[in-house]
């Protein structure tokens, strides 16, 4: 039987702590056949902090409209799934996974000074060809009812069987060749390091230029979740009333203190877009914006 932790927190937890344990808690990785442990984590009455939110509307370029940003719950998720990810039960040292890919349903908007429950649970994972995927979850909910929920995917490089396992959403996003130029922006040299003192995400690939090569990096990136909610913070406004999809995968890095630009192509209820960083070719951000249906599930 799969051994169940569930984490409770009244306040953001320590990212400090988590980062201690990435480094130092040894790892008994998984044996074939082998089902992840059953880690999920509970912070409940979550009040947003305004200076923080305001911090974040700044290095994002988003409009402050007294609502929480669509991907504001990743970054007061952050140090939660990361104390997930730390967990001593674990398999898997953190050091080396690679984010893959974000699934979001945003059921209603909810206001800056609403009072909401998270809960985010380690869920599924596959065997592929590069090494094993994994998901976790992310649900708020305020009373009975769920506002927002994310799927989040990982990938832990390395071999861990020879049969390999469909990877659902591994396909859902693809570059549009047909997209069009829609705007220039730039990845700012010091944003590394203002994002993670708004997310706890101290992560040396996004703060120094010099450390990141140790990492397989010809200099420091961006975090992915800036780029994401920096370009949603330019594309077209999708009408409002109803409930907003959002898709991410994540293709390549996006290095600081470069030129970017979008492309994009529109459809009715929704948008396409991939995000480029400097004269690269190849898109960092493969991104799709749509209106749902409400009860709309994450498959």
């Known amino acids: 039987m799969t051994k169940k932790t569930e984490l409770t927190y009244t306040k953001r937890p320590s990212i400090a702590a988590s980062y201690l344990r990435a480094i130092f ?3 008994k990785g998984l044996k074939p056949g082998e089902s992840l442990p059953d880690i999920s984590a509970a912070w409940d009455q ?11 509307h700044e290095a994002c370029e988003l409009p402050v409209d007294g609502y929480m ?48 429950d998270m809960k985010v649970q380690l869920t ?17 909910t305020i009373g009975q009812e769920k506002v927002w929920e994310s799927v989040t995917t ?28 829609f705007k220039d922006l730039e990845i700012p040299r ?27 990096l010809k200099r420091d990136v961006a975090h992915a ?8 913070a330019h594309l077209p406004a999708l009408p409002e009333g109803k409930p907003v999809r959002v898709d991410f995968a994540f293709k390549g890095p996006l290095f600081l203190d470069n030129k970017s630009h979008i492309r994009v192509s529109e459809r009715s209820g929704g948008i396409r877009f991939d995000y480029y960083c400097g004269d690269n070719d190849r898109p960092g951000i493969n991104g799709d914006i749509s209106l749902v249906e409400k009860g709309m599930k994450i498959s």
């Open 69 to 116: 940003p669509i991907l504001y719950p990743h970054v007061i998720a952050s140090p939660v799934y990361m104390s997930i990810l730390t967990n001593k039960n674990f398999p898997f040292p953190l050091i080396g996974a690679l984010h893959l890919r974000n699934h979001i349903i945003e059921h209603r908007r909810v206001k800056a000074d609403e009072v909401f």
């Open 46 to 56: 979550v009040a947003l902090d305004p200076a923080l939110l305001k911090r974040y």
């Open 190 to 216: 010091g944003i590394g390091k203002k994002f993670a003192k708004i997310t706890g995400d101290y992560n040396p690939i996004h703060m120094s230029k010099l450390l990141a090569p140790l990492f397989g």
């Open 124 to 140: 599924e994972k596959r065997i592929v060809k590069q090494g094993i995927e994994f998901d976790f979850t992310i649900v708020l």
């Open 154 to 181: 990982w990938l832990k490089q390395g071999k861990f069987g020879k049969e390999y396992d469909d990877s659902p959403n591994a396909g859902l996003l693809k570059t549009d060749p047909e997209a069009r130029h």
């Open 25 to 27: 808690l040894r790892r």
């Open 225 to 232: 979740m800036w780029a994401c909610a920096n370009s949603m």
